[in-house]
């Protein structure tokens, strides 16, 4: 049908439209994300409880399955691809022993789980498992993990993360980015610095190369890392959101097995009894699912960290533009003193947003805030419904704009276009 229409049309519009149908080609052998991924390490097994683990991480308002300890032979990841069609999740699946053009398609398939933390030496093949899979099953993801930024040297493949990061994506050639960081949050040994420098690497690669970025994060005890409260996993997840991550991964779901992991305290356990973090997650998740379709329009402009009371900023991450330029349009031009990390975005209509996070994982915070515009003019995006809703004073017998921040906690707020 399309080469009739071709032979109708005059020689001009024919070389429009094939253009055109070959850059729509090229578009779909790339793999797109469509939703907020709230997913996670170690998959439920593949037994006669199957169905019901998988209504429970609907329950619990995940959003992505990532395959490959319980769902592993070609059969059960059919049967794991069923359930999440039926319960509406999305999945990356293990490739099982299947040859590219063997591998399962479906509606709930965003794509395979290749590897996870390469060092640089992988990153050839790798390529070629990438090319690959686009050629044989375009639109859906190469998922590969990398490292974090205390990885050592002989692990990397490179003197540095950023060197290590830099050539995994010019020579790997993701469609998302995508790395693990389990950060301590012990009075003796805190490293949140840490996290969010990887964090801003992370996004500045993303932005460089137009691919959204996630990243694992601490659910468990294992090894030598602590078991998070509530507000410790909290924390987690609104920094990477302020860093303009667009899928934020739990480890682990389902608690493995080994000398690393005793303790048995992931959200399921290997008896599969809920833990005190399948609650946890399910509360978080709830708000963080209804603000995906509004962090899915946003484009990271600047992380900051307030380093006064009044137009004081501590620039983090890589913006575009300098300090300054972003500095002189904060959406937030006055905090009152605490502790806070502020991610600044730009709406795709053209509108200006703002994360606004309590950077303590110990106390509330109720800061007295100023925007840009007058506050009747600001919405905030409901974590109940997803909709965008006015500004409420949470304390309004005092002076000014109070916005209540539970601890690790942050709002998104949206700005009318400048």
Sequence with gaps: MKKRIFQLVIPGVIVLLASHGINSFAQQRKFIQDRFAIGFWVDPPANENMDNYYADIAAANFTLVIGGFGAKTPDTVLKQIGLCEKYGLKALVARAG??????????????????????????????????????VRPGRLSYINIFPNYANEQQLGTSTYDEHVRR??????????????????????????????????????????????????????????????????????????????????????????????????????????????????????????????????????????????????????????????????MPITSLTKGDYLIGVF?????????????????????????????????????????????????SPDMEGLQISLDSGEGRLFLLPEK
């Design 98 to 135: 299947l040859e590219p053009e063997q591998l399962p398609e479906s509606p709930a398939v965003w794509g395979y789980m290749i590897r996870d933390e390469p060092s640089a030496g992988d990153f050839p093949a790798l390529r070629e498992t990438v090319d690959e899979l686009r050629k």
């Design 168 to 329: 995994f994506m010019e020579e790997v050639g993701v469609d998302v980015l995508s790395m693990d960081h389990y950060p301590s949050m012990k009075p003796e040994k805190d490293t949140r610095a840490s996290y969010l420098s990887n964090l801003g690497v992370m996004r500045k690669y993303s932005l460089k190369h137009d691919v959204p970025f996630w990243n694992f994060f601490n659910t468990m005890p294992f090894g030598s890392h602590f078991d998070p409260t509530e507000a410790q996993i909290r924390w987690q997840i609104y920094t990477s959101i302020a860093y303009g991550a667009r899928g934020v991964m739990y480890f682990c779901y389902y608690t493995p097995g080994g000398a690393e992991f005793p303790k048995g305290g992931a959200i399921i356990t290997r008896e599969g009894r809920k833990t005190r973090h399948y609650e946890q997650a399910q509360r978080i998740n709830h708000g963080i699912k209804n603000l995906g379709p509004t962090l899915m329009k946003l484009t990271s402009l600047g992380v900051f960290r307030p380093a006064g009371t009044r137009n004081g900023w501590q620039i983090y991450g890589e913006p575009e533009g300098d300090q300054g330029e972003i500095t002189g349009s």
């Design 346 to 394: 730009r709406h795709a209509d053209g509108r200006q947003a703002v994360l606004l996070n309590n950077y303590s994982y110990a106390y509330t915070a109720w800061p007295t805030v100023e925007f840009s515009v007058p506050a009747g003019h600001v919405r905030e995006v409901c974590k109940d419904t997803g909709k965008e809703i006015p500004v409420v004073d949470d």
